[in-house]
Protein backbone atom coordinates (compact mmCIF):
# COMPACT_ATOMS: atom_id res chain seq x y z
CA UNK A 1 0.00 0.00 0.00
CA UNK A 2 1.47 3.26 -0.69
CA UNK A 3 1.07 5.93 2.08
CA UNK A 4 2.96 9.02 3.37
CA UNK A 5 2.92 9.32 7.11
CA UNK A 6 3.68 12.72 9.08
CA UNK A 7 4.72 12.71 12.32
CA UNK A 8 6.68 15.02 14.88
CA UNK A 9 3.55 17.82 15.52
CA UNK A 10 3.05 18.98 18.98
CA UNK A 11 2.48 21.96 21.03
CA UNK A 12 5.58 24.34 21.25
CA UNK A 13 6.36 27.40 22.75
CA UNK A 14 7.21 30.60 20.60
CA UNK A 15 10.68 30.56 19.97
CA UNK A 16 10.89 26.51 19.67
CA UNK A 17 11.54 23.88 17.33
CA UNK A 18 9.91 20.66 16.00
CA UNK A 19 11.15 18.26 13.39
CA UNK A 20 8.24 16.63 11.01
CA UNK A 21 8.79 13.44 9.56
CA UNK A 22 7.24 12.08 6.50
CA UNK A 23 8.06 8.57 5.67
CA UNK A 24 7.14 6.81 2.95
CA UNK A 25 5.81 3.02 2.25
CA UNK A 26 5.07 1.70 -0.84
CA UNK A 27 7.68 3.73 -3.04
CA UNK A 28 10.90 4.84 -2.80
CA UNK A 29 10.73 8.69 -1.91
CA UNK A 30 14.39 9.50 -3.95
CA UNK A 31 12.20 9.25 -7.53
CA UNK A 32 9.49 12.20 -6.17
CA UNK A 33 9.76 15.71 -5.47
CA UNK A 34 8.73 16.62 -1.54
CA UNK A 35 6.69 19.54 -0.33
CA UNK A 36 5.54 20.27 2.83
CA UNK A 37 2.20 22.26 3.06
CA UNK A 38 -0.01 23.99 5.99
CA UNK A 39 -3.09 24.55 6.75
CA UNK A 40 -4.66 26.99 9.72
CA UNK A 41 -8.34 27.13 10.25
CA UNK A 42 -9.78 29.01 7.77
CA UNK A 43 -7.20 29.48 4.96
CA UNK A 44 -6.11 28.17 2.17
CA UNK A 45 -3.39 25.04 1.99
CA UNK A 46 -0.37 27.05 1.74
CA UNK A 47 3.11 25.50 -0.01
CA UNK A 48 5.85 26.07 2.38
CA UNK A 49 8.92 23.90 1.43
CA UNK A 50 10.11 21.47 -1.68
CA UNK A 51 12.70 19.51 -2.25
CA UNK A 52 14.14 18.67 -5.76
CA UNK A 53 14.53 14.87 -6.12
CA UNK A 54 17.26 15.01 -8.86
CA UNK A 55 19.83 17.47 -7.38
CA UNK A 56 18.18 18.09 -4.17
CA UNK A 57 17.06 21.83 -4.66
CA UNK A 58 15.33 23.52 -2.21
CA UNK A 59 12.66 26.24 -1.75
CA UNK A 60 11.16 27.85 1.10
CA UNK A 61 8.33 30.42 0.96
CA UNK A 62 9.37 33.54 2.14
CA UNK A 63 7.87 33.69 5.91
CA UNK A 64 10.14 30.47 6.65
CA UNK A 65 13.29 31.57 5.14
CA UNK A 66 15.82 31.36 7.33
CA UNK A 67 13.58 29.48 10.20
CA UNK A 68 12.80 25.75 8.48
CA UNK A 69 15.09 23.37 7.04
CA UNK A 70 13.74 20.85 4.31
CA UNK A 71 16.15 17.34 4.06
CA UNK A 72 15.66 14.01 2.64
CA UNK A 73 17.54 10.81 3.75
CA UNK A 74 17.18 8.47 1.24
CA UNK A 75 18.75 5.25 3.16
CA UNK A 76 15.37 6.30 5.69
CA UNK A 77 12.71 7.10 3.07
CA UNK A 78 11.82 9.89 4.99
CA UNK A 79 12.23 13.65 4.28
CA UNK A 80 12.12 15.60 6.96
CA UNK A 81 11.33 19.60 7.72
CA UNK A 82 12.99 21.32 10.85
CA UNK A 83 11.35 23.50 12.23
CA UNK A 84 13.17 26.27 14.32
CA UNK A 85 12.26 30.04 16.17
CA UNK A 86 8.83 29.15 15.71
CA UNK A 87 5.82 31.21 15.29
CA UNK A 88 2.26 31.40 16.23
CA UNK A 89 1.73 32.26 12.77
CA UNK A 90 3.31 28.89 12.00
CA UNK A 91 0.37 27.15 13.83
CA UNK A 92 -1.01 24.71 11.11
CA UNK A 93 -1.85 21.18 10.34
CA UNK A 94 1.03 20.28 8.19
CA UNK A 95 1.19 17.87 5.44
CA UNK A 96 4.00 16.40 3.34
CA UNK A 97 2.96 15.27 -0.63
CA UNK A 98 4.72 13.28 -3.07
CA UNK A 99 5.38 13.75 -6.97
CA UNK A 100 6.83 11.87 -9.83
CA UNK A 101 7.69 15.07 -11.77
CA UNK A 102 6.60 14.41 -15.16
CA UNK A 103 4.76 17.36 -15.21
CA UNK A 104 6.37 20.89 -15.43
CA UNK A 105 6.72 22.97 -12.34
CA UNK A 106 6.15 26.23 -10.86
CA UNK A 107 8.19 28.28 -12.78
CA UNK A 108 8.08 30.78 -9.67
CA UNK A 109 9.17 28.06 -7.16
CA UNK A 110 10.24 25.34 -8.95
CA UNK A 111 7.96 23.41 -7.05
CA UNK A 112 5.62 20.98 -8.02
CA UNK A 113 2.06 22.20 -9.14
CA UNK A 114 0.26 21.81 -5.96
CA UNK A 115 -2.48 19.48 -8.02
CA UNK A 116 0.08 17.54 -9.72
CA UNK A 117 1.42 16.15 -6.22
CA UNK A 118 0.77 11.63 -6.11
CA UNK A 119 0.21 11.50 -2.66
CA UNK A 120 -0.46 13.12 0.34
CA UNK A 121 0.16 12.59 3.91
CA UNK A 122 -3.04 13.06 6.38
CA UNK A 123 -1.11 16.08 8.11
CA UNK A 124 -0.01 16.39 11.49
CA UNK A 125 -1.22 19.25 13.90
CA UNK A 126 1.76 21.92 15.02
CA UNK A 127 0.14 24.36 17.66
CA UNK A 128 3.09 27.68 18.58
CA UNK A 129 1.70 29.49 21.84
CA UNK A 130 2.45 32.77 22.39
Known amino acids: EVQLVESGGGLVQAGGSLRLSCAASGFTLDDYAIGWFRQAPGKEREGVSC????????YYVDSVKGRFTISRDNAKNTVYLQMNSLKPEDTAVYYC???????????????????????WGQGTQVTVSS
Open 51 to 58: IDNSDGST
Open 97 to 119: AADSQDTPPDIATMCPLRDEYDY
